[in-house]
Structure formats: C-alpha cells, structure tokens
C-alpha cells in the first residue's frame, strides 16, 4: 500500500491546481507564493496626498489618545504586539464603540498603523494597485530582496470578521521569517 501512496501520492512543493485563474506555489502550511507568470497585469502608483493625510492621522490618534490609555509596553507605539493589544480591547467592547471611537476609526487606526510600521521596519511603501480592469486596493509594497505586498486594510477588516486577535504579529513573524530566506 505505502508504494502506492508513493507512486499516486502528492508531493508538498507540487504546484497547486489553479484557482480563480491563479496559480499558487505551496511554500509552507498557510503561506502560498503566487506564480507570477500566471499572474494578471497590475500598475502601482502612490497615494494620494489626503490618504497620507489620513495615515497621519491615525497614527497621531494612537499615539496620543489611544497608546497612553493603554500604557503599552512595546516600542514603538505602533508596534504589532500593541496592535494586537489594542484589537483584543477592542473585541471586549464587541467592536463597537470604544473609548468615545467609533468602529470605523478603531479599523482605521489599526490598518494604517500597522502598515506605517510596516513601512518604517522593513522599508516598504505604500501604493495603489490597479488591476487592468478596474479595481483598486491600498498595498505597502517591497521590490528588493524580494517581491512582497501586503493588505493592511484588507488584513485588519478579516481579522476584525474572523475574530483573529493576533494578527498583526503572526503576518510580522511571517514576513521576518520570509525575508530571512535573503540575508
């Protein structure tokens, strides 16, 4: 039976089958790397003046309203432990209001700060990304050592759904344990 399993058996670093016209290379449980030939056209272009406005704000929210309250032990403020901190606070008062915030503000603060850190330790950028037929998302973004973008917005929205209460450090682990394939 076992030369069976091994004649007919699937191997892990296999490609994956496509899925919504994308290929997808398995890398480890739970991380997928994107087969970039199979991959639609994007264009990439900087934000907006009133969206960096926006990131500003936020971050001059949490650092000063929202970061003394809770005393955090992290540095720096926006630091992906404080971020998880704040979301777990932020799920006792059922998303709801929340220090005299609304929920809106509370995703804003989150995605924006965690992108900023993002942006800050692993020099990253922010951009938009367009795809070709229409259809626009807010990405930070490196091209060196490797191709990495990720969704801060999209990330803290599904977290917020999924009730996922340490995201922001699990995507850093993940992310130093990437790059660390290129020092």
Same mark, same amino acid.
């Given at each position: 039976?076992? =030369? ?6 699937? %191997?892990?670093?296999? !490609? ?7 290929? $997808?290379?398995? &890398?480890?449980?739970?991380? $997928? ?17 009133? #969206? ?7 971050? &001059?929210?949490?650092?000063? %309203? @929202?970061?003394?309250? =809770?005393? =955090?032990?992290?540095?720096? *403020?926006? +630091?992906?432990? %404080?971020?998880?901190?704040?979301? /777990? ?8 209001? *929340? ?5 809106? #503000? +509370? ?6 700060? *965690?992108? !900023?850190?993002? /942006?800050?330790? $692993? &020099? ?8 070709? +037929?229409?259809?626009? !998302?807010? /990405? ?10 990720? $969704?801060? @917005? ?7 759904? %999924? ?5 922001? /450090? ?14």
């Amino acid at each position: 039976m076992s =030369f069976f399993k091994k004649l007919f058996g699937q %191997n892990e670093s296999q !490609q994956l089958p496509e899925t919504d016209g994308k290929t $997808y290379i398995k &890398n480890e449980p739970g991380s $997928y790397i994107l087969n970039k030939d199979a991959q639609p056209k994007y264009n990439y272009t900087d934000l907006p003046e009133i #969206q960096y406005g926006e990131i500003t704000l936020c971050l &001059n929210a949490l650092k000063h %309203n @929202i970061a003394p309250a =809770f005393n =955090f032990s992290a540095k720096p *403020f926006h +630091h992906p432990q %404080n971020l998880d901190e704040y979301l /777990v606070r932020w799920f006792q008062a059922d998303f709801g209001n *929340f220090l005299g915030i609304g929920p809106d #503000q +509370h995703a804003a603060f989150l995605a924006y700060s *965690f992108g !900023q850190y993002l /942006v800050e330790t $692993y &020099n990253m950028e922010w951009k938009i990304k367009s795809e070709e +037929h229409g259809g626009t !998302q807010t /990405v930070v973004r490196m091209t060196k050592p490797a191709e990495i973008e990720l $969704y801060p @917005i999209d990330s803290t929205l599904r977290a917020i759904k %999924n009730k996922d209460m340490t995201l922001y /450090v699990a995507i850093d682990e993940k992310l130093k344990k990437a790059l660390k394939q290129f020092s």
